[in-house]
């Protein structure tokens, strides 16, 4: 599916006002709040770090505001701390990402904010938890929120560096005893490639005397 995503922005930017891809990799720091039943209790669980990568697509050519579209791969869980030892929970997700992108461009970057929802897809789960007996939802939503900093420079490839913030808005396992939700903090870096000519795509002020 992703693949196909993708294939359809390379050969439709034109019609669909694409103006360019983009690569990343990061870090993920995450954890897991266990929500009981009966009794009703929260148990915040420890942070596990994991690995990320995404590929999107970013639309339109608006100064201020833009649209991005991506496909992620995330490594979240937690660590489950209990006295007779620590279990490790680990899944990994491959999302489809949607975040309105608020941008500034200024001489020498571009600091932005993203916002938007992620639905996501659990692709492999490794739980030791005692509390959880059965599979993660397959599709849960989450939101995001983030900021980045592009630097700018005369080429149509760009370097930019993110953060993100990524709660559950929906629970990601749910049974009669027990609710989780995933939280994740995500650092990444990331190349861009702009459609628009290496003229168009420096960023770079134009002043009219």
């Not at 007996?133 to 080429?155: D, I, W």
Request: one cysteine or more; hydrophobic letters at 40%.
């Amino acid at each position: 599916m992703s693949i196909g995503i993708m294939l359809c922005f390379v050969f439709q930017a034109k019609a669909q006002k694409l103006n360019s891809i983009a690569i990343t990799a990061g870090a993920t720091a995450a954890n897991q709040k266990f929500f009981l039943i009966d009794p009703p209790d929260i148990s915040r669980k420890k942070y596990v770090f994991g690995f990320n990568a995404s590929i999107f697509g970013e639309f339109f050519t608006r100064d201020y505001v833009r649209w991005v579209t991506e496909i992620q791969y995330n490594q979240k869980g937690s660590v489950d701390q209990q006295p007779e030892g620590n279990y490790p929970n680990q899944i990994q997700y491959l999302s489809w990402n949607n975040y309105l992108k608020l941008r500034y461009e200024m001489f020498s970057i571009i600091p932005y904010v993203l916002l938007g929802p992620r639905l996501e897809y659990n692709l492999v789960q490794g739980v030791s938890s005692p509390a959880v007996v059965g599979n993660f939802l397959p599709l849960h939503v989450s939101a995001a929120v983030g900021g980045g900093v592009e630097f700018v420079n005369y080429f149509n490839i760009k370097f930019f560096v993110e953060g993100f913030y990524n709660p559950d808005v929906m629970p990601a396992y749910v049974s009669p005893e027990l609710h989780v939700f995933n939280k994740d903090f995500e650092l990444r870096v990331g190349l861009k490639y702009e459609f628009a000519s290496r003229k168009e795509s420096c960023n770079t002020p134009t002043y009219v005397e």
